[in-house]
């Protein structure tokens, strides 16, 4: 059962353009919403989270926007840079506390182009 | 400061055998989680462990168990192994209640 749906699978975008993937869950119990950027070899890295007592945070370049009635989240990535390109993962927990296993998107690869 | 380290880098195993990987946490950190990630898919949680104990854990089978020593650091064995257990293993460590974070990983395949 896959409990957090992440789309695209896969995403081109120029230099400079925005970059725009989306989640969605179904566990009303999730309330900790983090990005996680990997690159090819690595573990993947914390970008940026998100509760959903707030609609959108913004960090740099990066910014969560989050619809707790529609249950979705997304990731903005403005003037994106080829630095950028990796794949992208949205996860969701329960939150605060020893119990909190992260539920894992499938991922989305990003290419940017020059 | 150090972050997340996990060791092998790398491990080929034989189907059958028994495999143990292991995860130093970042400097404060108490709690530590294992994760494996399939290629080409997002991480799969496998258990966690704080205080020397397994807290939670995912849909693994018993082949799959771990352990956490007082520094902190834990382990991950898995025995019987399957081609199907080929993937990367990620350890994360966090303090509790704070974000995880991820160390490089271990490739392992079984052949």
């Known amino acids: 059962q896959q409990q957090v749906k992440q789309s695209p699978q896969s995403l081109i975008v120029q230099k400079g353009g925005i970059s725009i993937i989306n989640c969605a869950y179904e566990n009303t119990a999730f309330d900790y919403f983090p990005w996680y950027q990997q690159f090819p070899g690595k573990g993947p890295a914390l970008l940026i989270a998100?509760?959903?007592?707030?609609s959108e945070k913004k960090e740099g370049r990066f910014t969560i926007s989050f619809n707790k009635s529609a249950k979705q989240f997304s990731l903005h990535i403005m003037d994106s840079q080829p630095g950028d390109s990796a794949t992208y993962f949205c996860a969701a927990s329960t939150g605060p506390g020893t119990a909190s296993k992260l539920t894992f998107g499938t991922g989305t690869r990003l290419q940017v182009t020059l | 400061d150090a972050g997340v380290t996990q060791s092998p880098t790398h491990l080929i195993k034989t189907r059958g055998q028994q495999v143990t990987l292991r995860c130093s946490p970042k400097s404060g950190h108490d709690t530590v989680s294992w994760y494996q990630q399939a290629l080409g898919q997002g991480p799969q949680f496998i258990f966690q462990y704080y205080e020397e104990e397994e807290r939670q854990r995912g849909n693994f089978p018993d082949r799959f168990s771990g352990h956490q020593f007082p520094n902190y650091s834990s382990e991950l064995n898995v025995n019987a192994l399957l081609l199907g257990d080929s993937a990367l293993y990620l350890c994360?460590?966090?303090?509790?209640?704070?974000?995880?974070?991820f160390g490089p990983g271990t490739r392992l395949t079984v052949t």
């Open positions: 994360a460590s966090s303090r509790v209640g704070y974000e995880q974070y």
């Open positions: 998100i509760r959903p007592d707030v």
